[in-house]
């Protein structure tokens, strides 16, 4: 006899049935804000004009840019072993980015919104013969739309945060119906795979952090070489992936550095760029002055912040900033993935407010190699003594490059304990199902 659905997550799916035009009306207002693709919102409603292709499919459904970066490489693996990969995002600028990344095996969907009519629609035309979400993509109706549907279905490189467990742990009933659709989970860290069984995820293993063994795009040597040109040998640190809040933080802290060091250069680089505009009006109120990378400009001996409004070049600006404020951590996003930023050789400045990357930054840390700024005002402080130690920059350079390495290996585990059910696709797929 199935297992009966929990009250709350009847009344979850009704509500979100019901709520299906207000979805669009969501759809709408993100298109504004430049956050959903006005020339793909069939797709939020579970509609593709892709055909399904022959064979068996893997749907991977990550968030945003940094899930889908750590993913990358399992795709690219999956796709060397005969399926067809569907990676589905929530965010334009991670479907910017899995068109520029995914292999020629791999399609990219924004998921439906959650609601089952659109569900229903989208694992009726994709019928994928096997199901991951990464980390925290926690979605009722789809969980439930795959356990009805007996797809196999896989929580990889999973956490679970303190904060998001306690919520979870006052409806534990439906925690467990919810938890208990996944077959296998594979958690980042030893205390989320705690956390995860508890809630009731069963099978749960610890393989590691894929996001250690994601390999960036590294920047294009020609663009590299015409900023580091540009630059002219000034002082240059780098504020990456800032959010509303962030950016009047950073400014006020470039000012002071101004006071010291008048010849320093700001890279400013919005986790959105569609937010550039704003940004401008920003800094210009406040008297800088300003070059747009959006518009093909370069920074001038009079330009005091560069504004990184592109996709795609973070690379390229780690590269050329020797110190870098990875921003999301003094507001309440939960922070961004540094490993990147470590990869390219910059040395590591957050706040702390870093919950979505939090095993990974204890890691750099305790380690030595990224420094915590508990307070906004002592930002430029720590900037200011990075850009006149040299010697302690390198060292917290050479040091998160060491924990990074020692990191990886968590791809490798995490095929390693799919493989029965990367087999098993394959064979059914050959049945015929999937077809």
């Not at 019901?18 to 797709?43: I, S, W």
């Not at 009519?117 to 990464?134: Q, R």
């Not at 005091?304 to 780690?318: H, I, K, N, R, S």
Request: glycine content about 10%; some cysteine; hydrophobic content about 45%.
């Amino acid at each position: 006899m199935a297992e009966a659905r929990p009250l709350l997550v009847t009344l979850y799916l009704a509500v979100a049935r019901l709520a299906a035009p207000l979805y669009r009306l969501v759809h709408l207002v993100r298109c504004r804000t430049g956050k959903d693709d006005p020339a793909r919102g069939n797709e939020k409603w579970g509609r593709s004009a892709i055909p399904r292709p022959k064979g068996p499919l893997v749907w991977i459904h990550a968030a945003s840019v940094g899930e889908t970066n750590s993913v990358l490489p399992l795709v690219e693996t999956l796709c060397n072993r005969g399926f067809f990969v569907l990676l589905t995002t929530v965010t334009r600028t991670s479907a910017e980015l899995a068109a520029a990344r995914l292999p020629g095996r791999a399609l990219h969907q924004f998921v439906p919104f959650d609601s089952p009519g659109f569900v229903g629609s989208f694992l009726g035309h994709w019928k994928p013969d096997m199901a991951m979400t990464v980390e925290s993509e926690i979605w009722p109706g789809i969980f439930v739309a795959i356990r009805e549907r007996r797809i196999p279905f896989i929580l990889i490189n999973g956490r679970m945060s303190d904060r998001s467990f306690r919520g979870w742990s006052r409806s534990p009933e439906a925690a467990a119906y919810l938890f208990g659709c996944l077959d296998i989970t594979l958690a980042q860290t030893p205390a989320d795979a705690g956390r995860l069984e508890k809630l009731g995820c069963r099978d749960v293993l610890c393989p590691g952090n894929l996001k250690f063994d994601a390999r960036p795009k590294d920047a294009d040597p020609g663009q590299l070489d015409q900023l580091t040109k540009a630059a002219a040998g000034r002082p240059v640190w780098l504020a990456a992936l800032t959010h509303p809040g962030e950016d009047e933080i950073v400014l006020g802290a470039h000012r002071a550095i101004l006071d010291k060091q008048p010849d320093c250069l700001l890279i400013l680089v919005p986790r959105h760029p569609a937010r550039g505009d704003a940004i401008e009006a920003l800094v210009e109120t406040q008297g800088f002055f300003l070059a747009r990378r959006s518009r093909d400009e370069l920074p001038e001996a009079g330009t005091q912040v560069y504004l990184g409004d592109t996709l795609g070049e973070m690379a390229l600006f780690y590269r050329l900033a020797p110190i870098a404020f990875v921003g999301g951590s003094y507001v309440d996003v939960g922070g961004h993935n540094p490993v990147e930023a470590a990869s390219f050789g910059a040395a590591i400045l957050s706040g702390p407010k870093v919950a979505n990357a939090r095993a990974i930054y204890k890691s750099l840390w305790e380690g030595g190699a990224a420094k915590r700024i508990e307070h906004p005002e002592k930002l430029a402080e720590a900037v200011l003594a990075l850009l006149n130690g040299d010697g302690e920059r390198k060292r917290l350079v050479a040091r998160a490059a060491e924990i990074v390495e020692s990191g990886r290996g968590a791809l490798k585990q995490t095929l390693e304990q799919l493989e029965p059910l990367i087999a098993e696709a394959v064979q059914t797929a050959g049945d015929g199902a999937g077809k």
